[in-house]
T-cell receptor, first 118, second 111 residues
Framework: GAVVSQHPSWVICKSGTSVKIECRSLDFQATTMFWYRQFPKQSLMLMATSNEGSKATYEQGVEKDKFLINHASLTLSTLTVTSAHPEDSSFYIC??????????????FGPGTRLTVL | QKEVEQNSGPLSVPEGAIASLNCTYSDRVSQSFFWYRQYSGKSPELIMSIYSNGDKEDGRFTAQLNKASQYVSLLIRDSQPSDSATYLCAVKAQAGTALIFGKGTTLSVSS
């Protein structure tokens, strides 16, 4: 149980285009989803916290107009990178927490999405 | 600024040895502590979680927590080449909040 999927697993796009990444909790309801970004040989950096039905909370330095997050249901959150540029190329990973229960403290990670902007 | 510090390594140990990974954190109100393993190009996978002071053992892995010293460690006994990966220490202030990660320690186990 507690499986999180991401789609696509990798994407290559041209500079200036927008890319949407989906994060789904497959067998549980997630009250909260988190979006992380990881550059090569660096750790995961939290971008934003997303709660179902409300606006995402962005970390300092993350542009909310560039990284649009929508959490419309308890099983789906999307991250849209708008007007992508080469410096946005990174590994984007989502994670989700269970809506209550003994595993509420755990975060379950998706497999990640590799974005390359040409 | 909440920080989680780890020695980036690489930490090199021979097969069968004990690997010791260390982590310190700055936020005293942190309540939950996790060790993740990450292979290159993959997302992190949970190895251990620990919430109270002392040791917690799970197979070849032992997590140690000392909240007074704001220190958490991971011991890997009988290290195997398949243990070669980056190990991420993560800390959480309270349930429902995000994990804050350290930069990770790269472990290399030679056969």
């Amino acid at each position: 149980g507690a499986v999180v999927s991401q789609h696509p697993s990798w994407v290559i796009c041209k500079s200036g285009t927008s890319v949407k990444i989906e994060c789904r909790s497959l067998d549980f309801q997630a009250t909260t989803m988190f979006w992380y970004r990881q550059f090569p040989k660096q750790s995961l950096m939290l971008m934003a916290t997303s709660n179902e039905g409300s606006k995402a909370t962005y970390e300092q330095g993350v542009e909310k107009d560039k990284f649009l997050i929508n959490h419309a249901s308890l099983t789906l959150s999307t991250l849209t990178v708008t007007s992508a540029h080469p410096e946005d190329s990174s590994f984007y990973i989502c994670s989700a927490t269970l809506a209550g229960g003994p595993s509420y403290n755990e975060q379950f990670f998706g497999p990640g999405t590799r974005l390359t902007v040409l | 600024q909440k920080e989680v510090e780890q020695n980036s390594g690489p930490l090199s140990v021979p097969e069968g040895a004990i690997a010791s990974l260390n982590c310190t954190y700055s936020d005293r109100v942190s309540q939950s502590f996790f060790w993740y393993r990450q292979y290159s190009g993959k997302s992190p996978e949970l190895i251990m979680s620990i919430y109270s002071n002392g040791d917690k053992e799970d197979g070849r892995f032992t997590a140690q927590l000392n909240k007074a010293s704001q220190y958490v460690s991971l011991l890997i006994r009988d290290s195997q080449p398949s243990d070669s990966a980056t190990y991420l220490c993560a800390v959480k202030a309270q349930a429902g909040t995000a994990l804050i990660f350290g930069k990770g320690t790269t472990l290399s186990v030679s056969s």
